[in-house]
């Protein structure tokens, strides 16, 4: 579990809800941890785009449903996957995107991971599962709420239409044991649990993720998730 750490600069994040009440909330939450603050606030996914290139965010917290610009399309714009403008970010680039969702707009989920968000949140969510995905993100590490993610992440493989989907073969550059890591990062695992799963130290497991990152192409562990879900590598349940 990743927690607050005083020696940091606070991690900057950004909140797109065309709710204000749902905005307030969250800043509430966030303003009142150490180690984050909330340095913009806008009411849909155009206004973000815009904001985020003067207000330099870590960690966006992005709707789905929002008048002008959806959460889809916004994402795109600021993960620098579409074709909008890419904002200021860390480390000169865009920021992490966690896409605020419920269950029934699923579909329009996996579709903002595919663009380029790091993961999502149930709306929900209570507000320590909440700050723990900032961090989670934050640091690198994609994939949210293991159990939520994997059950929604299984659901989605079976509803994304076939042309939509990856082949096999994209898998054939992965060795045995990167499919090994893959299938345990899919199932939820972190890098300590898989290390002592496969019983080799935990350096030894980021760099089969690191590996599995570059040769799939793909920017985090969540889109690892992802294809490994589509590929058949991870079937839903198992």
Aim: cysteine-free; aromatic content about 2%.
């Amino acid at each position: 579990m990743i927690t607050p750490t005083d020696s940091a600069a606070p991690i900057r994040v950004a909140l797109v809800d065309d709710q204000q009440l749902v905005r307030a909330g969250f800043a509430l939450v966030i303003d009142s941890q150490p180690d984050m603050e909330v340095v913009l606030e806008a009411g849909d996914g155009a206004q973000a785009v815009r904001l985020l290139g003067d207000h330099p965010a870590d960690v966006v917290l992005m709707d789905v449903r929002m008048p002008n610009m959806d959460g889809l399309a916004a994402t795109a714009a600021i993960a620098g996957d579409g074709a909008g403008p890419r904002p200021a970010g860390p480390a000169g680039g865009g920021p992490r995107v966690i896409i605020l969702t419920t269950f029934d707009v699923d579909e329009y989920v996996l579709r903002a991971i595919k663009a380029g968000a790091s993961g999502f949140l149930l709306k929900d969510a209570p507000p320590e599962e909440m700050l723990g995905a900032i961090r989670t993100v934050h640091a690198g590490d994609a994939v949210i709420a293991p159990s939520s993610t994997r059950r929604l992440l299984g659901h989605l493989a079976q509803v994304l239409p076939e042309t939509e989907k990856a082949p096999p073969a994209v898998l054939d550059a992965l060795t045995e044991r990167e499919r090994e890591v893959l299938v345990l990062i899919a199932r939820g695992r972190s890098n300590t649990e898989i290390a002592g799963e496969l019983y080799v130290a935990e350096a030894t497991v980021k760099t089969h993720v690191g590996r599995i990152l570059a040769k799939l192409g793909v920017r985090d562990r969540v889109q690892a998730v992802v294809l490994a879900y589509e590929t058949g590598l991870v079937t839903p349940g198992v």
